[in-house]
């Protein structure tokens, strides 16, 4: 975006989300929800908590996802240390990286904020009633998605796991929307989850902060393969997420020996189509009897 482009009142309305977050989080409080300790130590506290509690995370990684200079993050860690709260030890495997674990009270205490940090949350969204509390939500998740963009991880998942339904009743709802007639699952092709194994198929879903925004199948066949269920959470849309997507399924592909692909859309579904055709797929004659189905294409590896 040019900057003739941004909106005069841009700056002003940043700084004022900025100060409604502060105030809401309890970012200004001397001691974060009532624990005794500034935020940046909480967070630290929190970061580390989220590695396995036998083997901890490495300083390096934490200090990524908090963006933290070596020297702030060194006393976060000094400070929970002296609190008894958390161990940095040198990796066993390279003593030129450390790693960061907490201690027992240190778990209690993350624990401890987790609840304090729930409560407040449901306190949120009761104050904004049910109707409110969605659209801050999906504001939430806008927000979130923008900014932490460069943090969103594309893994694969057994298409049956809790990620993977996730996505794809997120993908139906939204399909129900769109379709003029609405859309029942069970009248289209639906990729059984073993074709979206290997070595016959994947199924990748991408992630922020653990959470599924997104997800593409690729279902095995046997003269070529079908990429099914393409999906990108509202919230992550215009990141470039799509095309990352659609990039891995195709390294997924090759990694299987798979050297031709297909897939299928619906014209309500614009979005989709001008995507397939932006990364080189060339639109060819029908070749399923999905009832759902009314765009074809292909793509050779």
């Known amino acids: 975006m040019s900057s003739d482009a941004v909106p005069p009142d841009a700056l002003p309305r940043i700084r004022r989300f900025n100060r409604a977050v502060t105030a809401e989080i309890g970012a200004l409080d001397a001691s974060f929800l009532g624990r005794g300790r500034p935020m940046g130590e909480a967070r630290m506290l929190h970061a ?36 008894g709260l958390a161990e940095v030890r040198r990796h066993p495997q390279d003593g030129r990286r450390r790693v960061a674990r907490l201690t027992a009270a240190g778990q209690a205490e993350n624990a401890a904020y987790d609840r304090l940090s729930d409560r407040r949350a449901r306190a949120l969204i009761e104050r904004h009633g049910r109707r409110g509390a969605l659209a801050l939500l999906e504001a939430m998740d806008r927000v979130a998605c923008a900014l932490g963009a460069d943090r969103i991880e594309i893994g694969r998942v057994d298409p049956a796991s809790d990620p993977a339904r996730d996505c794809l009743e997120r993908y139906y709802d939204e399909l129900a929307r769109r379709f003029r007639a609405g859309f029942e699952v069970s009248l289209s092709r639906d990729p059984q989850a073993a074709e979206m194994r290997p070595p016959r198929g994947a199924f990748l879903v991408a992630t922020l902060d653990g ?52 897939l299928d859309t619906n014209r309500a579904l614009p979005e989709a189509a001008s995507l397939y055709r932006r990364l080189g797929w060339s639109e060819i004659a029908r070749f399923n009897d999905d009832p759902y189905a009314e765009l074809f294409f292909e793509k050779r590896l």
């Open 211 to 262: 959470l599924p925004i997104a997800c593409a199948g690729l279902k095995g066949g046997e003269d070529f393969a079908e990429v099914k269920r393409v999906w990108v959470s509202p919230a992550a849309r215009g990141l470039g997420l799509a095309s990352r997507l659609m990039t891995a399924v195709e390294a997924e592909a090759r990694a299987l020996g798979i050297a031709t692909l297909r």
């Open 48 to 83: 580390i908590g989220r590695g396995e509690p036998s083997e901890g995370r490495e300083v390096a990684e934490i200090r990524a996802e908090l963006r933290l200079d070596s020297g702030l993050a060194s006393r976060l860690l000094r400070a929970l240390e002296a609190e």
